[in-house]
């Protein structure tokens, strides 16, 4: 393993602890999720004696990927560190050291 | 003979009087709530519990009505229903998968719906509060078995306040009874590892007696 091979593998691992403290900070959910429940009980709700809860448009970053539906279905701790494995192997093989042919 | 005949009736009327168990409202005698409302405010919630994951299905799309005579709870009658195809749980995908064949069928039984048979155990918690167990039949995926709900009803008088949700008096109604999945022929490979055996059901919901 070379210089630039090692300096590519460190920065792979950083991106990659940083998307686990990231899902970490999000709550740490299985699932991405597109959408969270919020409460929304109002005065009149509690006199009532009801909750009033709904699924409100938010992006909770997870683990794996909810779906495929859209980029941030995909989106997901799993899913970000496979692309960056791929992306240190394709990077390490391309900064390879090349063999000087000698006769 | 007359006597005794007076002596019955007023035993009666004062059995009656003690042991119905009812709201202390302006509002008297029969009353029908409606449960719709347009806004999604009356809700349904599906929770299941796993090592893995937990999951709240929620339902804005709830109607039905129940009829009683306010001073006597126990006359509770009605039937609330749920669409199948309005259950949300927060990720797009697993909704799809939940209206499937595998899991509820929305196609087939497009209604989850409870209807009330008997309702008994009833305590006066406050003059327009009261709880209760409501034994009811409730029906998913075409299969009806009787579940027992925890229910607290709450009675509010019509008012500036009420006014702001829906005209009339309005009934405030929480319940809560599980359902195991098993029993409504809902059984796949998912059951019990992502997704709980037992579910626990809860209704939110408000009616008014507006016509």
Redesign the interface.
């Known amino acids: 393993m070379n210089k630039n091979q090692k300096y590519v593998l460190s920065i792979g691992t950083i991106l990659i602890v940083l998307a686990l403290i990231y899902w970490y900070s999000q709550g740490a959910e299985v699932f991405t999720k597109t959408q969270v429940l919020v409460d929304k009980t109002t005065d009149l709700d509690k006199m009532l004696g009801v909750e009033n809860k709904q699924y409100v448009d938010r992006f909770v970053f997870g683990l794996f990927p909810s779906g495929m539906a859209s980029i941030l279905e995909l989106a997901s701790a799993a899913s970000m560190s496979g692309i960056i494995i791929l992306l240190v192997g394709i990077l390490s093989y391309l900064l390879r050291n090349k063999r000087k042919e000698t006769k | 003979m007359k006597k005794n005949l007076s002596i019955i009736a007023v035993i009666i009327i004062f059995s009656a009087s003690v042991f119905a168990q009812g709201f202390k409202v302006k509002a008297s005698g029969e009353q029908t709530f409606n449960f719709q409302d347009k806004a999604?405010?009356n809700?349904t919630?599906f929770f299941s519990t796993t090592p893995?994951?937990d999951i709240?299905g929620?339902s804005?799309d709830v109607k039905g009505r129940v009829t009683f005579n306010v001073n006597d709870v126990k006359t509770l009658k009605g039937k609330v229903i749920v669409s199948v195809a309005s259950i949300?749980t927060?990720?797009?995908?697993?909704d799809e998968h939940m209206r499937d064949a595998g899991w509820l069928d929305a196609a087939k039984f497009p209604e989850i719906s409870f209807e009330i048979k008997k309702v008994s155990d009833v305590k006066v918690v406050a003059d327009n509060?009261i709880t209760a167990k409501v034994t009811g039949n409730y029906t998913m995926k075409g299969v009806t078995k009787e579940v027992i709900a925890d229910a607290?009803?709450?009675y509010?008088d019509e008012s500036e306040?009420?006014k702001?949700?829906a005209p009339g008096d309005?009934l405030?109604?929480?319940a809560k009874f599980n359902v195991k999945l098993s029993n409504y022929d809902v059984n796949n490979k998912v059951v019990g590892q992502k997704v709980s055996e037992d579910i626990e059901v809860s209704v939110?919901?408000?009616g008014s007696n507006a016509q």
Do not use: F, Y
């Open positions: 999604g405010r809700q919630t893995l994951e709240t929620l804005g949300k927060g990720i797009d995908l697993r509060k607290t009803l709450t509010l306040t009420t702001s949700r309005l405030g109604v929480q939110n919901i408000v």
